[in-house]
């Protein structure tokens, strides 16, 4: 039935203008793109929202659709029209899917020289009882809570990478999820935030054994980016970050290795702690690398990330009460975009500037280079003999970085690990006193139809401004401080071992009073 048909007895819909939405619908059952561009008025002004957020422009509207496939078969079972003026018209419709459900539609459509074109769009999708993007397993609760304290009342989303009581890990793979087995026991992080009082809501999406930056997954797809639905979310805690912003969860437990809290944090608007590595029991989790490997929250506010600390972190390893003196050091605020760097300005004032070497350590490249060399060993190290057992089980993105890994030169990997906790012990000493405040990324999160080349391009100028922290082990936070191109990038403080709470405190009074405020005068 059409939609003029099923608009008969209501108010009268100028001409075309129903035989447009009738080939828009045909469109999309069809997943036409081309026909579905041409559907949209072609503007930047243009707008499209859903419960995934807002898209502004044609361009941007094109980019989501040519990532998100066709539509469920439904047919429109209403039609309401109201004509707004000879060219404008709303245009209200019900959605009923063969396999159950119901959705809502409401287009406002512009008539130009040639024919009907949709100017603003929103849609009320069916309830989904699970976003697979976002979500392996949830409850109501997953888990309750073991305990009562500081976290009462509060859902935790938890990272595939922990063992979950009852539940197996699946760390971003279908085969390895089916070979495991259920866990006897919660990994150690995650019994303190029960103990806590928490709740685990369920278990979040990562990329493949957490050796990824984007989010994008070739086997559940990707997760959203609730701060901008055109963009990825980051990884590789990606569903944390994704079921924190949504608010279908008040924290996600994370790890970061090379930025994987920082960059969906950055991403997402979120804040998010890579803590001082060693400092939370990793038992119970999946290692990538243990030298680097950390545990970490991502939040909406200060308040549920310092408590998620203080429940999980024994009070002694974060007793500092001051982050120390806060630097920008020049070459990581060099290696982010200009437009970044701009933002970044406008909101850091005049902080002391610092050089690597003004506190003695190497380049950026090498840092990265090192972190790459010893991480892709210890990578090897933990999933190695699997992969080579189940040829074709990785992604292609995935498979090609452990592909990678396992072909670096043995020789550059030794002097690496001879290496490594040498310039370890460099970056502790030069932050034994400081904080660098700096851009999280280099810029905004990528497109969702970036190309392979362009998300690669993008991981290596990431991991140039996240090594550091990695490398050296310390605390880092990003704090949703910018914005830029109309999108989050975060501010990232990092400090010394065992400043992760006075980072925290720090970060949450400079949002309040500003970037520097009560920043003693002196020496850098």
Not at 67 to 80: C, F, K, P, Q, Y
Not at 156 to 165: F, G, N, R, S, T
Not at 331 to 355: C, I, K, M, Y
Not at 514 to 521: H, I, Q, T
Request: proline fraction near 7%; glycine fraction near 10%; aromatic fraction near 4%.
């Amino acid at each position: 039935m059409s939609a003029a048909a099923r608009s008969a007895g209501g108010p009268t819909a100028p001409p075309g203008l129903l035989d447009a939405l009738d080939a828009y619908e045909r469109a999309l059952a069809q997943d036409d793109l081309a026909a579905l561009d041409d559907a949209f008025v072609r503007s930047p002004s243009t707008l499209r929202g859903d419960d995934r957020g807002l898209l502004v422009g044609h361009d941007a509207i094109s980019a989501f659709r040519g990532t998100r496939g066709g539509i469920a078969t439904r047919h429109l079972s209403r039609v309401e029209v109201r004509v707004l003026a000879e060219d404008l018209a709303l245009v209200v419709s019900v959605s009923t899917f063969r396999d159950g459900g119901s959705g809502l539609q409401t287009q406002l459509w512009r008539r130009d020289t040639d024919a009907w074109r949709i100017e603003a769009a929103h849609v009320t999708g069916r309830q989904r009882p699970l976003d697979t993007t976002v979500w392996r397993v949830v409850g109501d609760p997953l888990l309750p809570p073991t305990g009562s304290g500081p976290l009462d009342g509060v859902t935790v989303a938890v990272k595939d990478l922990y063992a979950v009581a009852g539940h197996r890990v699946g760390a971003g793979n279908p085969t390895y999820l089916r070979e495991s087995e259920p866990a006897a026991a919660s990994a150690a992080a995650v019994a303190a935030l029960l103990d806590a009082g928490a709740s685990v809501r369920g278990i979040a999406r990562t990329d493949e054994f957490a050796y990824a930056l984007t989010g994008r997954n070739e086997h559940h797809g990707t997760p959203p980016n609730g701060a901008d639905p055109s963009r990825v979310p980051g990884g590789s805690s990606s569903g944390s970050a994704s079921a924190v912003r949504s608010g279908a969860a008040d924290v996600g437990l994370g790890t970061d290795t090379a930025g994987s809290l920082r960059i969906p944090a950055s991403y997402q608007g979120l804040w998010g702690l890579r803590t001082t590595h060693g400092t939370v029991d990793r038992a119970g989790l999946l290692p990538l690398a243990p030298s680097f490997d950390t545990v970490g929250w991502l939040t909406r506010d200060a308040d549920s990330l310092v408590r998620a600390l203080d429940a999980s972190v024994p009070p002694a390893s974060h007793h500092a009460s001051d982050a120390g003196t806060p630097v920008v050091l020049a070459e990581l605020l060099a290696a982010a975009d200009p437009a970044t760097q701009d933002a970044f300005h406008a909101v850091a004032g005049d902080l002391p500037v610092v050089t690597l070497d003004d506190l003695g350590l190497p380049p950026l490249d090498d840092l990265r280079e090192l972190l790459r060399l010893v991480q892709g060993a210890e990578a090897t190290a933990a999933h190695g003999t699997w992969i080579a057992a189940h040829p074709g089980a990785l992604g292609d993105v995935v498979g090609a970085r452990f592909a990678a890994a396992a072909a670096n030169e043995p020789d550059l990997v030794t002097a690496a690990r001879e290496r490594f906790p040498v310039v370890r012990a460099a970056i502790r000493a030069a932050l034994a006193d400081r904080v660098l405040v700096t851009p999280t990324a280099p810029g905004p999160a990528p497109s969702l139809t970036a190309s392979a080349a362009e998300l690669e391009r993008v991981r290596t100028a990431t991991t140039t401004m996240t090594a550091l922290a990695s490398v050296g082990g310390v605390p880092s936070l990003s704090v949703p401080a910018l914005i830029v191109d109309g999108a989050p990038v975060g501010v990232c403080l990092t400090g010394g071992t065992g400043t992760d709470r006075a980072l925290v405190t720090t970060a949450e009074r400079w949002l309040r009073d500003g970037v520097g405020a009560s920043l003693p005068a002196g020496a850098v």
